[in-house]
Nanobody, 127 residues
């Protein structure tokens, strides 16, 4: 059973940066597409980014494109989300999520049925 543990959240001022990490265990990571999902207070969950099995294909929500970068290191069993130029609208709980579905990286932004979820890490952007 794949287990996911996020870290790296915190309080940051607008314009600042954070790097989230997702440590994975209990599965063959190369099999999985990894996704970062966030939930802002009072809002529905939103997929912000995903990365394919090899790491060569990524996808981003328009709201974060150009500011966030997703990456993975299969040797270290870790997925990252580098978040730059943060704004108040980025505040929320960020979840690391994984699934095995063909070509998921191409439609992850509109897909929300995932079996494997981390516990989430809080990101607060405020002055």
């Amino acid at each position: 059973q794949l287990q996911l543990v996020e870290s790296g959240g915190g309080l940051v001022q607008p314009g600042g940066s954070l790097r989230l990490s997702c440590a994975a265990s209990g599965g063959t990571l190369n099999d999985y597409t990894f996704v970062w999902v966030r939930q802002a207070p009072g809002k529905e969950r939103e997929v912000v980014s995903c990365i394919g099995n090899s790491g060569s294909i990524t996808n981003y929500a328009d709201s974060v494109k150009g500011r966030f970068t997703i990456s993975r290191d299969n040797a270290k069993n870790t997925v990252y989300l580098q978040m730059n130029r943060l704004i108040a609208g980025d505040t929320g709980v960020y979840y690391c999520v994984a699934e095995v579905l063909p070509r998921l990286v191409y439609y992850c932004l509109t897909h929300m049925e995932y079996r494997f979820w981390g516990q989430g890490t809080q990101v607060t952007v405020s002055s």
